[in-house]
């Protein structure tokens, strides 16, 4: 893993955008598959990208993207789908085609078969050149909650409480987070050729220590990352604090 300490979480964001910029420009007009988390580690990248594309230099005219979950039941137009929220965070903002943004179907009468279907089309599209990930509190990626077979494929989960306390910021009340979602799986997730994991303030520092420094283990899902032969971590000082 490469580990890169920015100074604050801005830095981070222009780090990680470099990243995306430089991916971008390799694959030319042959095109390029990102990999999208939602949350909020991202947005701050994201809206570096977005800049970037306003003022002229980056485009995403040869990108598709695949998102990395869904919630079960949330209509794709509510607010907190992350179908909704990638659109009003990032690609609306950009040229990429629309049609080519693609996220499990959390609508679907039956979300099992969607979670395979899902699994299928990323494979059917070439897989994922570039994945942008997310940790959470206890060591999730994706929604893979501790316990998660290291090798899973896109699935139905169930949120454990402390996911979703988290996420209830996002909600008006606790109640109304889905307690069901699609992800991609731990073994999906590191198919992807190249994992830029972005992290910061300090509420990240124990799962960040545990993923980089820890055991491999299902308890802490992004320890799987120690098996891929490409994954930048960008961490500010606050989420690095409790590395050795
Ligand atoms: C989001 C996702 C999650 C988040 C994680 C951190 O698509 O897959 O793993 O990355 O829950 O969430 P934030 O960034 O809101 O702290």
Request: some cysteine; charged content about 20%; aromatic content about 6%.
């Amino acid at each position: 893993m490469e580990i890169v300490i920015a100074s604050t979480p801005e830095d981070a964001a222009r780090i990680v955008a470099d990243r995306f910029e430089q991916a971008i420009a390799a694959a030319g007009e042959k095109g390029i598959t990102l990999g999208l988390a939602t949350g909020s580690s991202p947005v701050a990248t994201y809206q570096e990208l977005i800049r970037r594309h306003q003022a002229g230099g980056l485009s995403f005219a040869h990108a598709r993207a695949f998102l990395l979950d869904e919630y079960v039941g949330l209509p794709r137009a509510h607010e907190q789908s992350y179908y909704r929220f990638i659109r009003d965070q990032f690609t609306a903002h950009v040229d990429i085609d629309d049609a080519g943004v693609l996220s499990p179907n959390g609508e679907a009468a039956d979300p099992v078969a969607a979670a395979a279907a899902y699994d299928a089309a990323i494979g059917e599209a070439g897989g994922v050149d570039l994945q942008i990930l997310g940790i959470g509190s206890n060591g999730h990626i994706g929604f893979n909650e501790p316990t998660s077979s290291l090798s899973s494929r896109t699935r139905v989960k169930t949120l454990t409480r402390r996911t979703v306390e988290d996420n209830a910021r996002f909600f008006d009340t606790v109640d109304q987070v889905p307690v069901h979602v699609i992800t991609q799986g731990l073994g999906t997730i590191g198919e992807a050729r190249r994992i830029v994991l972005i992290a910061t303030g300090e509420g990240k520092a124990d799962a960040v220590a545990a993923m980089v420094e820890g055991a491999l283990s299902a308890f802490c899902p992004a320890s799987s990352l120690q098996l891929h032969p490409a994954v930048t971590v960008v961490l500010d000082e606050a989420a690095a604090s409790k590395l050795e």
